[in-house]
Nanobody
Framework: QVQLVESGGGLVQAGGSLRLSCAAS????????VAWYRQAPGKQRDLVAE???????SYAESVKGRFTIFRLVADNTMYLQMNSLKPEDSGLYYC?????WGQGIQVTVSS
């Protein structure tokens, strides 16, 4: 059974940084599409960043140049490095691998 467990969220001031982690079990994160999504209160879950099975990455326009998605195969963990955070980056962040989702982790950016 594949499971994803997120960590690293919290409260940060605008302009600060956070790194989200998503530890996978039950399957290797190598050679598979992985992604991070964000859901603000009352809104739909939107794609923030993705990395395909060969490592190519893409980002939502709103986070380009500030967020970086990467994975460490040795740790079987994917990450989302978030810099220059803005209040509008606040929300529940979910990692995704295939049909499996993490439980969601809260990120709150204060102005």
């Amino acid at each position: 059974q594949v499971q994803l467990v997120e960590s690293g969220g919290g409260l940060v001031q605008a302009g600060g940084s956070l790194r989200l982690s998503c530890a996978a079990s039950g399957r290797s994160i190598f050679n598979i599409d992985v992604a991070w999504y964000r859901q603000a209160p009352g809104k739909q879950r939107d794609l923030v960043a993705e990395s395909d099975d060969v490592g190519s990455t893409s980002y939502a326009e709103s986070v380009k140049g500030r967020f970086t998605i990467f994975r460490l195969v040795a740790d079987n963990t994917m990450y989302l490095q978030m810099n220059s955070l803005k209040p509008e980056d606040s929300g529940l962040y979910y990692c995704n691998m295939g049909t499996t989702w993490g439980q969601g982790i809260q990120v709150t950016v204060s102005s």
